[in-house]
């Protein structure tokens, strides 16, 4: 059973993935990459048929496909060195680790042609709660879930109300 961090945001030039996807990775010790036919469990069909949309992954690392570091539960022991090196790149609390991600989020929020965006965190791709959430709440409402289960099974969706046309 491994967890998971995957979403879409909204479609966007290839030449801006590419330098944004480069960008994100230069600003981050976790995994991220932007995928053209990953598979989205679980996800509403009005979203998982679409073919306007941009998939991504976050991870442990870029040579990994799966948060499980990042999404346990547990606080690590920065004395333990039984937990390995690779620890030792990402931070100690839970809490921290989720900031990590949030980061990531916005960025990509950040960016004037990213309109949408979904990230669903969760163990082995189950989504049970679809939660909308504003550019201004999303951060404390994501931490919140994990810090209470992680991951908490949860597809995230996030508009940017300034730039949205819906």
Known sequence: MSETIIGYINSIHRKELISLENEIQQKTALGFKFENNLNLYNY????SSREDIIHYIISDSNTSSTATILLNECDYDPEDESEGNFHSKLPFLLEDRVFEI???????????????????????DEIEKVKYASIESF???IVSDCVASCPPNTLYLIKNSERSNV
């Not at 509403?44 to 979203?47: D, G, K, R, V, Y």
């Not at 929020?109 to 163990?123: A, P, T």
């Open 44 to 47: 509403p069909e009005s979203i």
């Open 139 to 141: 951060e404390g409402i």
């Open 102 to 124: 949030t980061k990531i989020i916005n960025i990509l929020l950040n960016k004037n042609s990213v309109r949408e965006l979904g990230i669903s965190l969760s163990l082995c």
